[in-house]
Nanobody
């Protein structure tokens, strides 16, 4: 289990921006892919974005691509999620999570690109979450 701690959530107007931070333990980013998930009231948790451990490849859900940017600073053991052009439907609790190496989920017969329905179960370490509310 890796230690992960999110911060940066809050209330923002539609069209505004927020930057979330996920602070991890030392060396976590060397071996783990880090993803951001979100869960709105009454909805399932969904993958938002992920950055892989090896080459820093990034992945986004269709709903946030072009508006959100994931990045990392290994010197600070931190992964960021820059969220621009926020919409009311982005309102949710945002979690960061870790899994070994890749954002994708590999089984004996399949390879599931992030985000997928298999993503939530594949990430084994989670932070406590931070609330993001987009409202006027």
């Amino acid at each position: 289990q890796e230690h992960l701690e999110e911060s940066g959530g809050g209330l923002v107007q539609p069209g505004g921006s927020l930057r979330l931070s996920c602070v991890t333990s030392e060396d976590t980013l060397d071996y783990n892919a880090i993803a951001w998930f979100r869960q709105a009231p009454g909805k399932e948790r969904e993958g938002v974005s992920c950055i892989s451990s090896s080459d820093g490849s990034t992945y986004y859900s269709a709903s946030v691509k072009g508006r959100f940017t994931i990045s990392r600073d290994k010197t600070k053991n931190t992964v960021y999620l820059q969220m621009d052009s926020l919409k009311p439907e982005d309102t949710a609790v945002y979690y960061c999570a870790a899994k070994i190496n890749y954002c994708a989920v590999a089984t004996e017969s399949d390879w599931f690109t992030f985000p997928s329905r298999e993503s939530v179960a594949a990430f084994g370490s989670w932070g406590q979450g931070t609330q993001v509310t987009v409202s006027s």
